[in-house]
């Protein structure tokens, strides 16, 4: 008789909803990650191979640093006064730098996916998939 394999157990974690504030925190915060990715990117370009393999390894060099930000432990009223104050950005100016990022994101991807003979072997810009 053949013996049946025993499935292993998924453990999953329940979260709880975040709130509105919490939500647009964390949009607050990854508008400043992606003002601080672009800045490492310029600082480090010379140091950062060419391909994806180099974009990935750069993006790890980053987030290590990234996660020590001061920005994780603020809420949202102390991230507003973080961002407009000591940064001076307009807090619907960050969101429209996050937005675009976004968008020019959508935009690779959707090029990225278009053969050589479609392009005529033209080159749609940043390897770096971040």
Known sequence: MAKVQEQP????????????????????????????????????KANIPAGKEGGFAAYAAF????????????????????????????????????SKYYESKKGYSVKAAITPTENNGEDFGDEIPY
Not at 35 to 42: C, E, N, V, Y
Not at 63 to 71: D, I, S, T, Y
């Open 63 to 98: 987030e290590a640093e990234w996660k020590n930000h001061p920005c994780h432990g603020m809420d949202l009223e102390a991230l507003k006064g973080y961002i407009t104050e000591t940064l001076g950005y307009p807090l619907t100016e960050l969101n429209e730098i996050r």
């Open 9 to 44: 157990q998924v453990q999953f974690v329940f979260t709880e909803i975040p709130t509105k504030s919490q939500r647009a925190a964390s949009q607050l915060r990854d508008g400043l990650r992606i003002l601080k990715w672009i800045k490492f990117r310029q600082d480090n």
